[in-house]
């Protein structure tokens, strides 16, 4: 296959440590393996840098600075912010299809000098819902007038999205919703991520699990919830880990001896506390897309104890036990530290996920649509 495809990406796409860019790498793997020439283009900030592992699977590699002040009164600033003079010059070097990576990337998407090529936008969310959310989670009110006129301007923005050819939707709810708007242009591109197989160990342990990128606001609220709501009323431990714990958070967890935060942690590090947890608790407060680390966890941890909100229309709440309230989620952890979870539930879990996650199948149905 001599076929190339330019990826606009939004971030630094390695490591694959937060959802976004797992969903990005495990991408770009599976259509590299497939034979197609990548050619990527990465906003770079932050603590991100340059990746000398992106050069095993990609062509060329062309790195970009997200501009600080990237303000302006027609674009929201996810996609104002990410926009260089020599990204379009880049493009134009072939007549190669492009794929946009999230709302985020799609500030040259209208450019009349790309008019004529096959374009293509991943939708990592219903963004402007995702933002309105987050206002929803935020108590710094700064923070929280930001994420609201975000939500705004990404609802009026959105509709520019018809000049791509193919909206790529994420979940089977992403994807009702965006055929709303977008008709046909919608196609379902399930998730992206790094586990080969089901990798779960039989038997039982003594805590519980809860990760995430605990600076987002959503993450923080959904940590403050198990120890406030949740385990501040029953013996059992929980461990939640993930970087820029807000300082509410620290405060919470310090008044307990059963619960412990740990910040710093890889992702290999990760892995090993899923694998080895009795339960992994991962409830949420906005049904938007679908969370990364659910996925991570049903291929790899034991009991995945949930909420409604986290398995909405994703296929994916058989695979999970449900529990929408404190003293409900507090009987189901009593309940499944009396169990343990043995091969039949693993047989089990991989019917469930058979066929929905599998990364090559996915690669080459995105590219069929390339012609």
């Known amino acids: 296959m001599n076929k190339s495809l330019h990826i606009i990406c939004f971030d630094v796409p390695y490591p694959a440590n937060y959802g976004g860019v797992i969903d990005v790498m495990y991408r770009i793997k599976a259509l590299h393996d497939c034979g197609l020439n990548i050619i990527l283009h990465c906003f770079q900030y932050g603590h991100r840098g340059q990746s000398e592992e992106l050069q095993a699977y990609c062509t060329q590699i062309y790195y970009y600075p997200r501009k600080k002040w990237g303000l302006s009164i027609k674009k929201p600033y996810i996609v104002s912010s990410r926009n260089d003079a020599s990204l379009l010059e880049n493009l134009l070097q072939d007549d190669a299809p492009i794929l946009f990576e999230a709302v985020h990337s799609t500030f040259l998407l209208t450019h009349p000098k790309i008019s004529h090529r096959i374009k293509l936008v991943r939708m990592h969310n219903i963004e402007h819902d995702y933002y309105a959310s987050l206002a929803k989670s935020e108590r710094n009110l700064i923070k929280k007038a930001y994420y609201t006129i975000e939500s705004l301007m990404l609802s009026q923005y959105e509709n520019k999205l018809k000049a791509a050819q193919y909206i790529l939707a994420i979940s089977p709810k992403d994807e009702l919703d965006l ?47 198990l120890v406030n709501e949740v385990f501040a009323h029953i013996p059992y431990q929980l461990i939640i880990a993930g970087d820029g714990a807000s300082t509410e958070l ?36 906005q049904a938007t897309g679908i969370k990364l680390k659910l996925v991570n966890v049903l291929f790899n941890g034991r009991f995945v104890l949930v909420n409604s909100q986290m398995v909405a229309e994703t296929g994916l709440s058989a695979a999970t036990i449900i529990a929408d309230n404190p003293i409900t989620m507090q009987e189901k952890i009593a309940e499944l530290f009396t169990l343990e979870f043995d091969t039949i539930a693993i047989e089990e879990r991989k019917t469930i996920l058979a066929g929905q996650f599998d990364n090559m199948k996915h690669a080459k149905a995105f590219i069929s649509l390339l012609d």
Request: proline content about 4%; aromatic content about 10%; hydrophobic content about 40%.
């Open 179 to 225: 055929r709303a708007t977008f008709g046909d242009k919608v196609k379902l591109l399930p998730a992206f991520h790094g586990n080969k197989e089901i990798a779960i160990e039989p038997g039982k342990s003594d805590y519980c699990f809860y990760h995430g990128k605990l600076s987002v606001a959503e993450n923080n609220v959904a940590a403050l919830f």
């Open 250 to 285: 620290k405060k919470a967890v310090a008044k307990f001896n059963h619960i412990q935060l740990l910040e710093s942690v890889n992702a290999d590090e990760i892995t090993q506390y899923i694998k080895k947890a009795h339960i992994n608790i991962l409830p949420t407060f």
